[in-house]
């Protein structure tokens, strides 16, 4: 599973985000990361998709979705992040 989030429509302010160790919660297998917002992760969990073992690596802020993956980026070591697009929140 790829890095998944997304910037909430009509935000006033920071987001808190997350990222997981994902884990399905249909067959405990492991998915690979999942960042995305706090709000989001407790849905997916509600939902059935993820499971509550799924282990929470870091959380942060964000006030934007730029900001967001910057900061994603730095802490996956990944190399800067470029938007492809003008991020709607811009």
Aim: a negative charge; proline letters at 7%; charged letters at 25%.
């Amino acid at each position: 599973m790829s890095n998944v989030a997304y910037w909430p429509k009509n935000s006033k302010g920071p987001v808190k985000f997350v990222c997981h160790n994902f884990v399905y919660a249909s067959d405990g297998e492991e998915g690979g990361l999942q960042m995305t917002t706090e709000e989001n992760a407790k849905k997916l969990i509600e939902q059935g998709f993820m499971s509550p073992d799924s282990e929470l690596l870091y959380e942060f802020e964000a006030g934007s979705w730029v900001e967001a993956m910057q900061e994603h980026n730095k802490r996956q070591g990944y190399g800067p992040y470029v938007p492809m697009d003008e991020p709607d929140d811009a």
